[in-house]
């Protein structure tokens, strides 16, 4: 089984991912990929034991997504990351129209390092747009009407103003509002334990995330 979550808060990243996986299934069994803004930048890693998170994880930060997913699983629709230094997308669901999505790419000059990785599509999608000048709030909507299917995106964005995205297309996906935290998940009843609110996402309206303010969490959740 994959899961893909998100967290933003005014301390290290990593304390707080760890405090999120400890709800998890069978963790040590699990693989994690995270990415986060450092400096400016998207930085990326994958960790194989989630019980050694702390020790493991060098990344820092205050703004990340991630997914995990068991080691032995092999279902093709498994959460996925993929990123470059000023974006990255965490995916889980199905793109149905990634072959002809990939063909007009592909044809304006976008190269793909694999061609069955839909969360690469769905980064190149979102690039297509922020190259010609969209905003990433303009650059998620236009993407959005562009991918048809079923599934939840979370893009973390390296801009002046730190931000993550979050999507979803008939699949659930819930924000927690926590004490100067925030989190995003697929299950809500997975973030009660640890927020204060749970708000679950409408499907096909996207909600940004931003930097986040001293007992002002629900400010920093802005629908688009």
């Known amino acids: 089984m994959s899961s893909i979550f998100g967290i933003l808060n005014d301390k290290n990243l990593v304390a707080s991912l760890e405090q999120e996986l400890l709800q998890l299934e069978n963790p040590a069994h699990d693989l994690i990929n995270v990415a986060t803004v450092v400096d400016g930048r998207i930085e990326w890693q994958e960790v194989a034991d989630l019980r050694g998170l702390l020790?493991?994880?060098s990344l820092n930060g205050h703004f990340g997504i991630a997914y995990k997913h068991q080691q032995k699983e092999s279902d093709k629709h498994h959460a996925h990351l993929y990123a470059n230094e000023h974006l990255a997308v965490v995916y889980n669901g199905?793109?149905?129209n990634?072959?002809?999505l990939r063909?007009?790419?592909m044809d304006l000059g976008y190269?793909?390092?694999n061609r069955t990785d839909d969360s690469e599509l769905i980064l190149r999608v979102i690039n297509r747009y922020l190259d010609i000048g969209l905003s990433p709030k303009e650059a998620i909507s236009v993407s959005l009407m562009r991918l048809h299917g079923s599934f939840i995106i979370m893009a973390l964005f390296a801009e002046k103003e730190e931000q993550i995205i979050i999507a979803r297309r008939d699949h659930p996906l819930a924000i927690g509002l926590g004490k100067d935290i925030l989190y995003v998940a697929q299950d809500s009843n997975f973030l009660k334990p640890l927020s204060q609110q749970v708000i679950e996402l409408s499907d096909a309206c996207p909600a940004m995330l931003s930097s986040i303010k001293m007992g002002e969490n629900a400010s920093n959740v802005t629908p688009l």
Do not use: K
């Open 103 to 105: 063909e007009e790419l």
């Open 98 to 100: 990634r072959i002809e």
């Open 55 to 57: 020790s493991e994880l």
């Open 111 to 113: 190269e793909f390092q």
């Open 94 to 96: 199905q793109i149905e």
